[in-house]
């Protein structure tokens, strides 16, 4: 009995130092002297855990995609208010915009990747992430049904289901086809590093197929002929990087067969580079001539067969050339499980997901969509005109005046921004202006529109609607805006910060997404590139090639990359570029 009585009097006398999380103590003591059971139950600790606050549930955020928007809203959210997972194919980010220079070795793969767990990591917080593939939203229910390639489940198919309370759909797009014959079976794509290294490699098998002794010069000459569809900016920096790699590099070791390349850019519009001004189209046109890249504007590709693509003109009609290596890139498509997301939801007409301004998917609770899978459908002034009337007519007239207008102005600048782009187009100073064009002398305040001659003046406004281009820097300010308005939704919830609700009562809880656009490069082979800035500075050169290097060594996701790239870029200039077949 003195072992009993010496493990009560510890129990007793150590009750101040229980071991923390342990909520019931329970001793069982047998005397043998007796055959006796005693038990003694520590009961004290019950309330305390009853008292102990329970932590709020955290929303689940769930991400799909590691491209510009997915990484960049995840890099920006403070992942300790949400539940964050993410889920993707890949499990690296990559910088898509030096995919060309991987195409032709001047930057190795690995230099512009970035694993996506050393990104979360550096967040801290406990953010999940899974390798696998979305195959189906289910909005109704608020869950994804996913798939993963290199592991099964029970039943075996690699299939797991995850709900969510917001979703944000950052998957990016494919390469559009338009449903041309032959394109998926004999094309490559550059959207993916894989892309790229498979290029690189298709090159030099078809430099060391020319080289071969019993193919005549016909043979050669088809081998040896690149085809690049698409006269975009991936399409030209790909033809400029490809001619650079073989005039500076490839020639030098396959001398005997080197003048029997051609490299062909074939572009359905009049020109290349539409998207950028005409100084710069024009300098590119004229620059590929001069280095014998042969640019086929106006031409259509119809099919591509194995060694030979089909075009047409409407001078000279369909037109078969033999190739031996050809790279499509005219555009981006829908990936197939957006595409019924967007049957489910009513957009089944629309090329990509639609969203609102805030960049919410329409119809949909709790869906986000950034990046190259979406595009904001702009709220049209003349849908709300009325409405816009009725806010501004504060005194309840029937009419507004110059200062009623102005009263508003700024928040209809925000929700509606097509407003100021239209006077500032017009050349106009401000809403006096507008107002006189639809109704004589405006300069005073005393001057009245009434419903009619307000719709007059605002008729025209909707022509500036512009749609966001499919760019890397569109997607990353869009994760950048979305992970600010998730850190502050619960303080937007009482301090709205949005422009007033036209239809409806108070204020949106945040303000609009609004791209800013940063510039635009078109690198151009022979250390020359073409800018387009903010302001409509055209930069054309060497210098501007220079400021090529700075930005995109600049924009690295991490100092990793950073050095990795930098140190590719010198290891070509002093060595050249590789050409082994890995």
């Known amino acids: 009995m003195r072992w009993a ?38 009961s004290g600790s019950d309330a305390a855990a009853v008292e102990k606050p329970q932590l709020p549930l955290r929303k689940k955020v769930v991400v799909l995609g590691t491209g510009w928007g997915g990484t960049t809203f995840l890099r920006n959210l403070d992942s300790k208010l949400y539940d964050v997972q993410v889920i993707s194919p890949r499990n690296y980010f990559a910088f898509t915009p030096l ?12 230099s512009i990747v970035e694993p996506i767990r050393r990104i979360l990591e550096k967040k801290g917080g406990e953010i999940k992430f899974w390798e696998a593939e979305c195959f189906k939203i289910d909005p109704k229910n608020k869950k994804i049904h996913c ?92 033809a400029a990087s490809l001619h650079d790699f073989v005039t500076e590099d490839l020639s030098k070791l396959y001398p005997s067969i080197q003048h029997l390349v051609k490299i062909s850019l074939i572009e359905a519009a009049d020109h290349i580079l539409t998207m950028f001004d005409k100084r710069i189209t024009n300098f590119a046109e004229d620059k590929f001539g001069r280095d014998g890249i042969d640019v086929k ?28 290596m050809a790279v499509w890139s005219t555009g981006i498509g829908t990936r197939p499980f957006i595409v019924e997301f967007m049957k489910q939801i009513g957009q089944a007409n629309r090329r990509v997901l639609a969203t609102d301004e805030w960049l919410r998917v329409r119809e949909c609770d709790g869906v986000y969509a950034i990046g190259d899978c979406a595009t904001i459908n702009q709220r049209k002034v003349m849908e709300d005109i009325s409405e816009i009337f009725r806010v501004a007519d504060k005194d309840k007239s029937g009419t507004l005046t110059v200062k009623e207008i102005q009263d508003v102005l700024d928040d209809i600048y925000v929700r509606y921004p097509q407003v100021q782009l239209y ?22 305040e005393s001057v009245e529109l009434n419903i009619e001659e307000f719709k007059k003046a605002l008729s025209l406004v909707d022509s500036q609607v512009k749609f966001l ?26 301090n709205p910060e949005g422009p007033i609700r036209i239809r409806g009562e108070g204020r949106h809880r945040f303000r609009p997404f609004r791209y800013r656009h940063l510039g635009q490069f078109a690198p151009l082979g022979g250390e020359q590139t073409a800018a387009q800035l903010p302001g409509d500075w055209i930069s054309i050169g060497h210098s501007t ?24 870029w010198t290891r070509r200039f002093i060595f050249g570029r590789d050409s082994s077949c890995i």
């Open 297 to 324: 504007t106006g031409f259509k590709v119809v099919k591509v067969a194995k060694d030979a693509i089909t075009m047409q003109n409407p001078a000279t009609g369909d037109i078969s050339v033999p190739y031996g």
């Open 423 to 444: 006077l500032k187009s017009k050349q106009m100073n401000g809403i006096a202006d507008l107002v006189r064009s639809a109704k004589g002398d405006a300069e005073k």
């Open 469 to 494: 281009p499919a760019t890397a820097q569109v997607a990353s300010q869009q994760g950048q805006y979305l992970a600010r308005c998730f850190n502050k939704m619960k303080d937007a919830e009482e």
């Open 5 to 42: 009585a010496m493990l009560w009097e510890g129990a007793a006398s150590g009750s101040g130092r229980r071991r923390p999380g342990v909520s019931n103590l329970l001793l069982v003591v047998a005397a043998a002297s007796s055959g006796g059971l005693v038990a003694y139950a520590d």
């Open 99 to 110: 995919l060309p220079s991987v195409t032709s070795g001047t930057v190795e793969p690995r």
């Open 545 to 568: 090639q220079w400021l090529w290097y700075s930005v995109y060594a600049t924009k690295q996701i991490s100092w990793r990359t950073r050095m990795l790239v930098v140190s590719d």
């Open 147 to 238: 798939r993963s390639n290199i592991g099964t489940n029970l039943d075996g198919n690699g299939e797991f289901l995850v709900d969510y309370d917001y979703l944000v759909v950052a998957v990016g797009a494919r390469t559009n086809t338009f449903n041309t014959p032959g394109v998926v079976e004999n094309c490559h794509f550059l959207k993916e590093v894989e892309d790229a290294q498979k290029i690189r490699r298709s090159v030099m098998d078809c430099f060391e197929r020319a080289s071969l002794p019993f193919l005549d010069e016909e043979e050669r000459k088809k081998n040896l002929h690149f085809v690049v569809v698409g006269g975009g900016p991936t399409g030209v920096e790909f």
